[in-house]
């Protein structure tokens, strides 16, 4: 990971107050397995719920897998069966009573584009579809299982971050 965070990083992720998570492909049978891991995906969520920024997940099938795993993880609320990504955006940005800028997403699907246009900050892992890439504001270096963990340590460092070097 990057030992200095770029400014404009820094700049988008300080006002974060929301995480949502497109959980397929996401959140995986084993979420703890990466190699090389700063921190574990339960461990990076719990640290940004300690600095007050919530975390929602969807996804768009029904499993008691992603149950499971969200629930670990603490991902709360976690939405299953969702067919409209962006009237569930913003009825999850009016609960937390927030604006566009206060919200990052991280998705790969082609549908989540209507999510990824509307927020601050976008990410997509680095095997999501080539347009949602594109249009993302931040890929991750690695696929999905590590994609959480690598989004949470970034709005970690950016919150520690000090005259360009981290805490």
Do not use: C
């Not at 009016?94 to 919200?103: C, F, G």
């Not at 976008?122 to 690695?142: F, I």
């Amino acid at each position: 990971m990057l030992e200095r965070l770029r400014t404009d990083l820094v700049w988008r992720l300080n006002p974060i107050r929301l995480l949502i998570i497109n959980a397929d492909g996401l959140l995986t049978e084993n979420p703890y397995s990466m190699k090389d891991a700063g921190i574990r995906n339960g461990d990076a969520i719990r640290a940004l719920r300690d600095l007050g920024i919530n975390i929602a997940g969807f996804s768009v099938r029904r499993s008691e897998t992603i149950s499971s795993i969200g629930s670990r993880l603490g991902i709360e609320p976690l939405y299953q069966g969702i067919s409209q990504k962006s009237q569930l955006y913003y009825k999850i940005k009016a609960k937390h009573l927030i604006s566009d800028d206060e919200v990052a997403f991280l998705g790969g699907d082609l549908s989540d584009l209507s999510i990824i246009e509307r927020v601050s900050f976008s990410a997509a892992p680095s095997d999501a579809a080539l347009e949602v890439k594109a249009r993302s504001y931040y890929v991750t270096y690695g696929n999905g299982e590590g994609a959480v963990r690598e989004i949470a340590n970034l709005i970690l460092k950016a919150r520690n971050h000090s005259g360009g070097i981290f805490k």
